[in-house]
């Protein structure tokens, strides 16, 4: 058996590499797709501790965040269409309009 | 026994409406909205007046209607409620106030005829009705302080009502700053109160509940009654801080008789009524208040000989005749006071609202040696302020001579010689100033300008003067010497109320003798006047010519403004302009408030250079936070 | 499940998540992406919650996957050009954090009480459709019903961003002004 410490582990690595994508990526979907990864890295520790706690009730959060994940995704890609109608561009760098 | 009333509400609730109304409405709904509306609202309130007065007088002597509308502060064992109460002394206060405000909002509808801020002026009025109805119903001190506020406010907005005119906008300003110095007493003497109250566990402020607890209050009482009585001078305008009264003539006449005359300056007498049971308990303050009273009298009196301008003989007639009033509560004699606060109502009030027809007819004109020979072409006028004359001079049968005789049979009884006696020389030289108004303004030569047209005031102003003279004939009639037909019912009404604290000896061979004494002294003045201004018009200059010292000094109100001006005005204008102003203000405070600004604007510019519009920058900070916390939580797993 | 199994998923899945960060089209990102979250479903399986693994494999590899490439080609993305390399020193910075981060984890979990031994037994119908469907229509009903409104938020609220403004022959010159074309969601 495995121990439910290297699930974790796992997760934490997977979140970081999540974290590292969103900060170096310059495009705006890789940047959406390592959120991806960071949602998922959190569903396997949920999962992972809750079968050492013999609970299921982090599979059932697992699910809503899927959920929301799913809402995330369909509205921050319309939000990405209409950016890149306006600005020709899904650089992340070029999209400083909240600058001074 | 006290019955719910919850219709007393209405009292109040009318004269509310009218101000809502005039003010976001009347400038648009046009002239004859506001004027039936301003002036509905009073006759509403004022029937509804009468509506609680009968059902008081189907109850038992001492009875009082109450209706507590809402809680209003509850702090810790302190409570207090927004609460109306009407007993017999608020009974006569509000009819009064509802009454003879109801008939100069009449009359205000014929003066205001030609300005064309009819609709702020009405605001002003019913706002000032609402202010004074709340201070006579209130049933606790906190209720009251609210309504004697209201009805300083007022008066400030209406004496500076032609703001366009800096004079009055000052003099406006000089009331309302006199009035913050008495009003400062009222509520220290309100905390005194509180105070000894509290120091026995006991937090009320309801007069039933003072009244209770009088005993309590016996070690303050002294401190109390004089800080109060401060309070009442102010508002009622007697030594130190009547100097604001002449000065508030410069407002519509109107405003004068309702506010000036009738009704808010009498608030500090109905204020001591009402606290009767905390000067019971002291006779040093009582002494006080009669002796402010006395000479108060005597001195406006004397002031008021010399003054041309009509509206001001009037200002400090009223101050004399207030100075009874107080001669009279500080007598011990509470029923008394109010009484002739009532009948004085009447008569000054219709004594302005003559003058304003006067003024009115001859197009602003106020200075009396400009008028003359009047009767002929104004006879419903002359008519009914011969009425008042006749009233305030206490000729027998006119409703002054009732009250005014009371009160000085009761300072005689309560042992002040010396006060009867200035009040006695006080009612002479009354005879003596009212009918040198009148011979100077009704008879003599005319010396009207003569491009003025002079003519009778239209219907809606004379129906209330001839409405006020029948009320300053008959008004006394309701307090008769004791023995003729119903006797002292006045009295009778308000002794539960106000309970018998000096002697209420009956009137023995003493009040008629003393009657008799002040009758003559009337009639002495009366003489002077005819003799002066009737048979030998040259005689005034000449005396006033020998006797010049004496001349300038009443002209000059006895300098006290001056006086007032040197010592208070002067000292705190430099010390506003030099130390306040210059230092605190602009040094310290500006400083202070600049540096603050000054300090962000910099702090801002270093720090707007982090906002670089980067999102990944700006997740970047995002990342160290929570790394950081991250570490703290390290750190605590270390720890342990 | 057996430890060579999960080391060879894990395996799998950090390679191609560090594939999907470091490769630069966006279509093979997306490939690599779509293999980081089978394993991730293969490892919920092995874990016993057989619902939310199948789940896994049907809403995100399948749905969301799709709507992302649907959205690279809408957009005709090619491969990033290297342009100027931007805040180097920032995302060096930001490597040494990810870093950091993953140690403090790592130091957490290795403190951390529940996370040594193994696994406890699993009760019968762990992870089984019915189990989960009991607690989401019990304990989380409320907490399901408000997924169903965020949901049809999602769908109004990306139909609304991603409408193409109206052409300009349909609407009067003034609305088309005052709306302007930076709001593709007016009128």
Redesign the interface.
């Known amino acids: 058996m495995v121990p439910m410490s290297y699930f974790v582990g796992l997760s934490a690595v997977l979140f970081a590499i999540g974290v590292a994508g969103v900060l170096l990526r310059r495009n705006i979907i890789v940047i959406f797709m390592s959120i991806e990864i960071m949602l998922n890295a959190v569903n396997l520790a949920f999962v992972a501790l809750g079968r050492r706690l013999g609970s299921m009730d982090g599979q059932v959060m697992v699910f809503f965040v899927m959920t929301v994940a799913a809402a995330e995704a369909a509205v921050g890609l319309a939000i990405i269409i209409a950016v890149f109608r306006n600005r020709e561009t899904v650089n992340a760098d070029q999209l400083n309009l909240m600058r001074w | 026994m006290t019955a719910q009333f919850p219709a007393l509400a209405l009292i109040l609730l009318f004269p509310a409406i009218g101000v809502v109304f005039n003010i976001f409405v009347g400038p648009r709904a046009g002239r004859n909205a506001v004027n039936v509306a301003g002036t509905g609202v009073i006759f509403a309130a004022f029937a509804v007046g009468l509506w609680a007065f009968a059902r008081l007088l189907a109850m038992p002597a001492g009875a009082a209607l109450e209706v507590t509308l809402w809680p209003w502060i509850i702090a810790d064992q302190f409570h207090t409620a927004i609460a109306l109460r009407f007993d017999a002394l608020s009974a006569v206060m509000t009819l009064v106030v509802s009454g003879v405000g109801a008939v100069i909002h009449l009359y205000s509808i014929g003066y205001m005829a030609h300005d064309e801020d009819y609709a702020r002026y009405f605001a002003y009025m019913n706002l000032f009705a609402l202010s004074m109805l709340v201070l006579v119903l209130a049933d606790n001190l906190l209720l009251m302080f609210v309504g004697w506020e209201g009805v300083g406010l007022c008066s400030y907005l209406l004496i500076a009502f032609w703001y366009g005119n800096a004079q009055f906008a000052y003099n406006g300003r000089k009331a309302f700053v006199v009035n913050r110095v008495g009003d400062a007493g009222f509520i220290l003497g309100i905390l005194t109160m509180l105070s000894a109250l509290a120091a026995h566990g006991v937090w009320t402020l309801n007069f039933a509940g003072l009244q209770a607890h009088a005993a309590m209050l016996a070690p303050v009482a002294t401190m109390a009654g004089l800080l109060l009585l401060l309070g009442a001078t102010g508002k009622s305008a007697q030594i130190p801080l009547y100097v604001w009264l002449p000065d508030a003539m410069v407002g519509p006449t109107p405003v004068s008789a309702l506010i000036h005359a009738a009704t808010m300056v009498t608030a500090g007498v109905y204020m001591i009524a009402r606290l009767h049971f905390l000067y019971a308990l002291t006779p040093d303050a009582m002494h006080v208040v009669a002796v402010i009273g006395g000479v108060t009298a005597f001195f406006a009196a004397t002031v008021a000989l010399v003054q041309s301008d009509i509206k001001r003989v009037l200002a400090y007639s009223t101050i004399s005749q207030l100075g009874y009033m107080f001669m009279g509560v500080g007598a011990g004699a509470f029923a008394a006071g109010i009484f002739h606060l009532m009948t004085h109502a009447f008569f000054k009030g219709l004594l302005f609202l003559c003058a304003g027809s006067i003024i009115h007819a001859l197009k602003g004109e106020q200075d009396m040696n400009r008028m003359g020979a009047l009767w002929r072409r104004m006879p419903i006028t002359y008519a009914t302020m011969l009425a008042a004359t006749l009233a305030i001079c206490a000729v027998p049968g006119f409703s002054g001579y009732f009250s005014k005789d009371l009160i000085l049979e009761r300072t005689f009884e309560a042992g002040d010689e010396g006060l009867w006696l200035l009040g006695v020389i006080t009612a002479g030289l009354t005879a003596l100033y009212m009918f040198r108004l009148l011979f100077l303004t009704f008879h003599g030569t005319s010396r009207v300008a003569p491009d003025k047209h002079v003519h009778e005031s239209p219907p809606v102003m004379t129906v209330p003067l001839i409405i006020l003279g029948l009320l300053s004939v008959a008004g006394g009639w309701v307090e008769l010497p004791p023995g003729w037909l119903w006797g002292g019912a006045f009295s009778r009404f308000l002794m539960p109320v106000l309970c018998r604290s000096r002697s209420q000896a009956a009137h023995g061979a003493a009040g008629g003798a003393l009657g008799v004494v002040a009758m003559l002294a009337t009639l002495t003045g009366f003489l002077l006047a005819y003799i002066l201004y009737i048979q030998s018009p040259a005689l005034p200059g000449r005396i006033a010519a020998r006797a010049s010292a004496l001349y300038h000094l009443l002209v000059r109100k006895y300098y006290v403004d001056e006086l007032y001006n040197l010592i208070f005005g002067r000292f705190l204008f430099w010390g506003s302009t030099n130390v306040l102003s210059r230092g605190v203000d602009s040094g310290l405070i500006d400083g202070i408030v600049d540096g603050a600004g000054l300090g962000v604007e910099a702090a801002g510019e270093v720090t707007r250079r982090s906002a670089t519009g980067n999102v990944q920058v700006y997740a970047f900070v995002y990342l160290a936070g929570a790394v950081g916390i991250a570490a703290y939580y390290v750190y605590l797993v270390m720890v342990r | ?3 060579g199994v ?1 080391i060879f998923l ?1 395996a799998l ?2 390679t191609s ?2 594939g ?2 470091l490769q630069r089209n ?1 279509v093979h ?2 490939l690599a ?1 779509v293999v ?2 089978l394993a ?1 479903a293969v ?2 399986i092995g ?3 057989v ?2 693994g199948f ?2 494999v049907i ?2 590899a399948g ?2 996957m799709v ?2 490439l649907f ?2 080609w ?2 005709n ?1 090619q491969a ?1 050009l290297r342009t100027s390399p ?2 180097l020193a ?2 060096a ?3 040494l ?6 140690a ?9 009480p ?10 019968p119908g ?2 089984s459709i019915e ?2 469907a009991t ?2 229509f019990s ?2 009903l409320i ?1 399901f019903e408000v ?1 169903s409104v ?2 049809l ?3 109004v ?3 609304a ?2 409408r ?1 403004a109206p052409a300009p022959q349909h609407a009067s010159p003034q609305a088309a002004a005052a709306d302007g ?2 709001r ?2 007016g009128a």
């Open positions: 499940m057996p430890l999960f894990a899945a950090v998540a560090l999907t960060v966006p990102c997306l992406l980081t979250l991730i490892m919920f874990l016993g919650a619902t939310v789940l896994q809403v995100y749905a969301i709507l992302f959205v690279i809408l957009l993305l990033e931007g805040y920032l995302k910075l930001a490597g954090l990810c870093a950091a981060l993953v403090e984890l790592f130091t957490l979990l290795w403190h951390a529940t996370a040594g031994g193994a696994q406890a037994a699993a009760p762990y992870g189990k989960i607690m989401l304990d989380y907490s997924t965020l949901l938020a999602a769908i609220g990306a139909m961003l991603a193409r074309p930076a593709p969601e």
